[in-house]
């Protein structure tokens, strides 16, 4: 894909620049957004992947125990999060009638995960 001369993804602009719009056609991004999701607190995360942009549940008291700890914590919890939705969605293109095997799976691991964020630094 030839992108056009000049162009920045919008999610580089940042809140200075010109106001952000949805990435659409041929491009691609994701936007992270963190909001208190009323999907539970037993969901991490929803993904929306016709827009690009993931919502993370702030309200998960995982997140919250790694945003109480340090900002470097929580940066892992976001990075982690964003690579576990988009793995996710990608095993659930190839697998779709595996998709909440998967999201059990992928849900029980991650608790692993921030486990060791929160206590050996990963």
Known sequence: MKEKPGYRPITVVGPIGPRR??????S???QLHYLSLGIGAGRFYKLDETNG??????AHPLFVECDEKS????????VNI?????TLA???????DQRELLEKFFEETFRGV???ILNKGL
């Open 21 to 26: 719009v949805i990435v659409r056609d041929g």
């Open 114 to 116: 921030v486990y060791h």
């Open 90 to 96: 990608s095993f659930s293109k190839s697998y779709p």
């Open 28 to 30: 691609t991004g994701l």
């Open 53 to 58: 942009k993931l919502y993370i549940n702030r």
């Open 71 to 78: 900002e470097t914590v929580l940066l892992k919890y976001i």
């Open 82 to 86: 964003s690579v576990q939705a988009l």
